[in-house]
């Protein structure tokens, strides 16, 4: 009756150095699902109310770095756009993660242990290069590659998870951009006119 | 009539050997079908059941001549003689499970195909069927693929597919596997409730069907239910990236969703920059700024103005959006120049008209502009390509 025990994560098993190589892959539960939640989850980043949360809290926290700047200006509003974009996503997707993880300084520090752990390959074992030619992966191996440097945290990710964590992304990107959009529009059109503490007028409205 | 009986014996399963257990499931998962209220299904149940009941009910609704052959335990519920059921809206439900039993096994296996045999529904009813069906299956197979299969499979052909079910998996390991997978595939037609309680005890297994002529192994239909996922999942992205529409095949897809999100990435840090400058402006108390004012932000620009998109924000303060991208455009194409331009005109205060004249002849064609990401994005495209 070993065959009826569930066979659902097994990659808590594997050993260290093997899940590190290993394509990580999500959760099997939530299958039949998928297709529901995951076009559910994208139209979300479509609404207008999720659009106005993102402004506020945007807005919120460009107001609150102002008084600690320590980049340049442009590059910390940048870093705040993408923090309070994934903090929208409530920590669902990857991605997300990612992106909060990498602010903490701490992807930054696990990612240089890897680098340093890196094995390189054994050179007898490849296979033979002819003379002169370079050793290619599929084309679009080394687009999923450019693709996983694209999206936070997409490195490690097999390509179905990929294209998931990509599509939630540009929903999400899109959003950001109409957010933006609105709020420089915003901004940028109320320093013609008399500002009666242009922000809070207008955001309540 | 017998006749017309007996030569639906085409619809007899094929090489499926299901045992008896498994044959009385399929019944009993089957005759929870009665709450789809299906038209099509009750003259099934009549058969179903035992053979005074279906007296009983064909008595009040068909001749009696159809009642004896509805009797015999060979009944074959084919295609042929279907029309003349179809209409028939006979309520089985009291109709209870133990009569069941009193059916002969041979023909029990018929009630496992006729229930997918649709042969003579409608064709909206063959569409609701279906898709209750998928509905049915995506939540209780993992893997979706068995939608697929139900859309392609022709409604008279059934008894095939089902030999070529994955009971690969299902004979190693046992004859509960077998017999859970077979329930499943059965309750798909039944109603949801009746059968959550036998998903509970079903282990997580990809259940996966192989449509007619496919390969049956299961490496086959593990890589099959693999790519199937992921054009699935292709597809989805095909709707969030604009222009791909056109373009089949992965790695054009690909490169059309990586140009996509670099651009995307593009506008963001943009935007951020635009942002940058007009923040300061925010702080600034009460009264009006006057242009004038500008250039003690717009002296900055210079040292930081190296790279173009630095050196459009001079632009972009004074120009709507629709003016800035076209600038930005411009600038793409003549970076040192509207670097200085920019910012001259900036603290000169003349900017609008010298600048938007000479960006709005070049791009003339472009007369509306949206500022929505998509919108943007074409025009990345066309400033880029």
């Keep these: 009756m070993a065959s009826l025990i569930p066979n659902l994560e097994h990659s808590p098993d594997m050993s260290p150095e093997f899940k590190r190589k290993k394509r990580r892959k999500t959760d099997e539960t939530p299958g039949p699902f998928d297709r529901n939640q995951g076009s559910q989850r994208i139209k979300r980043w479509r609404t207008e109310r999720e659009q106005q949360i993102y402004s506020s809290k945007l807005i919120e926290a460009l107001r609150r770095s102002r008084r600690t700047s320590s980049s340049t200006p442009a590059k910390e509003v940048r870093e705040t756009a993408d923090r309070v974009l994934a903090v929208s996503a409530k920590g669902t997707m990857r991605w997300s993660r990612a992106i909060l993880a990498s602010r903490l300084g701490v ?12 094995v390189t390959a054994n ?18 191996e080394r687009k999923l590659k450019v693709l996983g440097r694209l999206v936070p945290g997409g490195r490690k990710l097999s390509f179905s998870n990929l294209l998931e964590e990509t599509s939630d992304y540009i929903a999400a990107l899109e959003m950001q951009v109409r957010a933006m ?9 109320a320093g013609t006119q008399p500002p009666t503490d242009r922000l809070g007028s207008r955001i309540n409205s | 009539m017998l006749r017309g009986l007996h030569s639906l014996e085409t619809c007899t399963y094929n090489g499926m050997d299901m045992t008896v257990l498994e044959r009385q499931q399929a019944r009993l998962k089957w005759q929870q079908q009665q709450n789809y209220g299906v038209q099509n299904n009750n003259p099934i149940e009549l058969c179903a059941s035992s053979v005074p009941q279906i007296q009983g009910f064909l008595g009040s609704s068909f001749g009696s001549g159809q009642l004896v052959e509805m009797k015999k335990p060979e009944v074959y519920l084919g295609s042929d003689d279907f029309p003349k059921f179809v209409n028939l809206s006979v309520a089985g439900p009291e109709f209870s499970a133990s009569k069941m039993d009193l059916v002969p096994p041979e023909a029990a296996a018929d009630y496992c195909i006729s229930r997918t045999s649709s042969c003579q529904m409608t064709a909206f009813q063959t569409a609701v069927m279906n898709e209750e069906r998928e509905d049915v299956i995506l939540k209780k197979m993992e893997s979706t693929t068995g939608r697929e299969s139900f859309n392609k499979r022709k409604v008279e052909a059934v008894q095939d597919d089902k030999c070529k079910d994955k009971r690969i998996k299902g004979e ?33 297994y990809i259940h996966v069907r192989a449509r007619r002529g496919q390969a049956t192994d299961s490496h086959s239909l ?29 790695a054009g897809m690909l490169d059309e969703i990586i140009n996509y999100v670099q651009s995307l990435q593009r506008q963001v840090e943009f935007l951020s920059m635009k942002l ?20 003690a932000y717009v002296a900055n620009f210079p040292a930081a103005a190296k790279s173009p998109a630095m050196a459009n924000l001079a632009c972009l303060q004074f120009n709507p959006l629709q003016k800035a991208v076209s600038c930005m455009l ?38 509306t502009w949206n500022t929505d990401p998509q919108g943007l994005y074409n025009v990345y495209n066309m400033g880029f390509h």
């Design chain 1, 123 to 140: 050179r007898s074992l490849r296979k033979p290069e002819i003379k002169g030619e370079k050793r290619k992966l599929p084309a679009v």
């Design chain 2, 172 to 204: 190693v390991e046992g004859e509960s596997e077998v017999k859970t997978k077979c329930s499943t595939e059965v309750s798909r037609n039944s109603s949801k409730g009746n059968s959550k309680a036998s998903e509970v005890q079903k282990p997580d």
């Design chain 2, 276 to 295: 940058a400058a007009v923040n300061p402006s925010v702080e600034f108390n009460v009264d009006n700024l006057p242009a004038k004012e500008f250039p």
């Design chain 2, 222 to 250: 593990a890589e099959r239910a693999r790519r199937e996922k992921i054009s699935k999942k292709m597809k989805c992205l095909q709707d969030l990236v604009p222009g791909c529409n056109k373009i089949t095949g992965k």
């Design chain 1, 107 to 118: 992807g930054a520090k696990t990612m240089r242990k890897h680098k340093k752990a890196k």
């Design chain 2, 330 to 367: 411009d600038a793409t194409g003549h970076p040192p120049q509207t670097a200085t331009e920019g910012v001259a005109s900036a603290s000169i205060s003349i900017p609008e008209q010298a600048l938007s004249s000479s960006c709005i002849t070049q791009l003339q064609p472009f007369s």
């Design chain 1, 181 to 189: 959009t609105a709020i420089t529009e915003l901004l940028a059109g």
